[in-house]
C-alpha cells in the first residue's frame, strides 16, 4: 500500500488548510495523521477507524480538526482550522494492518511521505 499526501502550504494564523491521503489499494485499515516539527519526535493527533465511526484526536487538536474518510474513494481527509504557529510541522498519514485506532508511530505498517504545513504569525 501507498500513502500519498497532498494540500500542505503556507498559511496565516487563524486560516484553514485542507490534507488529503491517498491510498494506492483500497485498504481496510485505521488510519491516522501524525506529524513532526523540526527537533522534535513524530506525534499522532488524529486517528480513524476503518468504518470511520471511531475517532480520536489529542488536545492540542481537538475542536480544530476533523479526520474523515471515504473508503469509496480511498482517501482520508484532514479538514484544519485555526491553524496556530505551533502547527507548523510536517504532516505524515499511516496506517496499520488490523486493530481499532493507529494511536502509535511505531504500529504503523504504512507511512506516506510527508507534506509541509507552515502557519506564519
Known amino acids: 500500500v501507498q500513502l500519498v499526501e497532498s494540500g500542505g502550504g503556507l498559511v496565516q494564523a487563524g486560516g484553514s488548510l485542507r490534507l488529503s491521503c491517498a491510498a494506492s489499494?483500497?485498504?481496510?485499515?485505521?488510519m491516522s495523521w501524525f506529524r513532526q516539527a523540526p527537533g522534535k519526535e513524530r506525534e499522532l493527533f488524529a486517528a480513524?477507524?476503518?468504518?470511520?465511526?471511531?475517532?480520536y484526536y489529542t488536545d492540542s487538536v481537538k475542536g480544530r480538526f476533523t479526520i474523515s474518510r471515504d473508503n469509496a474513494k480511498k482517501t482520508v481527509t484532514l479538514q484544519m482550522d485555526s491553524l496556530k504557529p505551533e502547527d507548523t510541522a510536517v504532516y505524515y498519514c499511516?496506517?496499520?494492518?488490523?486493530?481499532?485506532?493507529?494511536?502509535?508511530?511505531?504500529?504503523?505498517?504504512?507511512w506516506g511521505q510527508g507534506t509541509q504545513v507552515t502557519v506564519s504569525s
Open positions: 499511516a496506517a496499520k494492518r488490523g486493530g481499532v485506532l493507529l494511536t502509535k508511530a511505531d504500529q504503523a505498517d504504512y
Open positions: 489499494t483500497r485498504t481496510s485499515y485505521p
Open positions: 480513524i477507524s476503518v468504518s470511520g465511526a471511531t475517532t
